[in-house]
């Protein structure tokens, strides 16, 4: 299994972007899915995860502005994100559970810079 995550870049504040996580490989084993961030000099800390159920949780910092889901086949998880703010800059990566063993998956990293 491999995540492969895109859309990051320079926003101004207040703006929209949308990042993308495809998996390739075999889905089967592929329970939860979600994003976390890590800013300069923070630790990584967690921004959403979709269940396989459904189930969707967001930190409390990003609730009412960004959104995660999940396409049909569940191999492309979404994270759109809007009304941007400075301290939202950070590497955003995407990450799946395996369901069966636990094991986590991560994709690259993809930069998200909110500046005017």
């Known amino acids: 299994v491999q995540l492969q995550a895109s859309g990051g870049g320079l926003v101004q504040p207040g703006g929209s972007l949308r990042l993308s996580c495809a998996v390739s490989?075999?889905?089967?084993?592929?329970?939860?899915m979600g994003w976390y961030r890590q800013a300069p000099g923070k630790q990584r800390e967690l921004v959403a995860t979709?269940?396989?159920?459904?189930?969707?949780n967001y930190a409390d910092s990003v609730k009412g502005r960004f959104t995660i889901s999940r396409d049909n086949a569940g191999r492309t998880v979404y994270l759109q994100m809007n009304s941007l703010k400075p301290e939202d800059t950070a590497v955003y990566s995407c990450?799946?559970?395996?369901?069966?063993?636990?094991?986590?998956?991560w994709g690259q990293g993809t930069l998200v810079t909110v500046s005017s």
């Open positions: 979709s269940g396989r159920d459904g189930r969707l």
């Open positions: 990450n799946a559970v395996n369901r069966i063993n636990g094991n986590h998956y």
């Open positions: 490989g075999s889905i089967y084993s592929i329970g939860a």
